[in-house]
């Protein structure tokens, strides 16, 4: 089974920030890889797709990169509506889209 | 507008049985492969089940596998997933999920519902 990694597992950051969220992946999954957010009491939205695809919709200063093995997802300029949970997922097995622990981005 | 709702979620008791279900509207269902994912309380997202657009391929997560099904009824835009022999470690917030494609393979989850709560408890 591919097992995801997410670093760090929470982090405090003023409006203004760039902030960058890793995710590991236990072997390579190419560029199957997504990132989510999601805030409390709400559904997960799908921010990235295929590692660097940026969603329909979603804000340009979101962004990511890597393949094989790590990814990272850049808030260039964060946001107030930016404070949420953040999520790697990998779609490469079929057999289990396995999502990452989780990274909290809340207010310092 | 494209948009999922589920339903079904209540209290059951250990050993119990359910059956979840996600109406899809504002897109063309039988285009898509679907998913369930679920969040226990407190915690993240896990991934339960997927299936293809035809209904023809589906997959499961070892937490489940053997006890949940995951059916589609592509004439009623809607998606299931019948929950046997039901653990406490199964309580959680279950969301079905459209992917972007139709077989599922290697596409991202790109619509949402907003869930439905099972708990599991005697």
């Known amino acids: 089974d591919i097992q995801m990694t997410q670093s760090p597992s929470s982090l405090s950051a003023s409006v203004g920030d760039r902030v960058t969220i890793t995710c590991r992946a236990s072997?390579?999954?190419?560029?199957?890889l997504n990132w989510y957010q999601q805030k409390p009491g709400k559904a997960p939205k799908l921010l990235i797709y295929?590692?660097?695809s940026l969603q329909s919709g979603v804000p340009s200063r979101f962004s990511g990169s890597g393949s094989g093995t790590d990814f990272t997802l850049t808030i260039s300029s964060l946001q107030p509506e930016d404070f949420a949970t953040y999520y790697c997922?990998?779609?490469?097995?079929?057999?289990?889209?396995?999502f990452g622990p989780g990274t909290k981005v809340d207010i310092k | 507008e494209v948009q999922l709702v589920e339903s079904g979620g209540v209290v059951v008791q250990p050993g119990g049985s359910l059956r979840l279900s996600c109406a899809a509207s504002?897109?063309?269902?039988?285009?898509?492969?679907m998913h369930w994912v679920r969040q226990a309380p407190g915690k993240g997202l896990e991934w339960v089940s997927l299936?293809?657009?035809?209904?023809?391929?589906?997959y499961y997560a070892d937490s489940v596998k053997g006890r949940f099904t995951i059916s589609r009824d592509n004439s009623k835009n809607s998606l299931y997933l019948q929950m046997n022999s039901l653990r406490a470690e199964d309580t959680a917030l279950y969301y079905c999920?459209?992917?972007?494609?139709?077989?599922?393979?290697?596409?991202?989850?790109?619509?949402w519902g907003k869930g439905t709560t099972v708990t599991v408890s005697s």
């Open positions: 999920a459209k992917a972007s494609e139709g077989s599922g393979s290697y596409a991202p989850m790109d619509v």
């Open positions: 504002g897109f063309t269902f039988d285009d898509y492969a």
């Open positions: 299936i293809s657009w035809d209904g023809g391929s589906t």
């Open positions: 072997q390579s999954i190419s560029s199957y």
């Open positions: 295929a590692a660097s």
């Open positions: 997922q990998q779609s490469y097995s079929t057999l289990l889209f396995t």
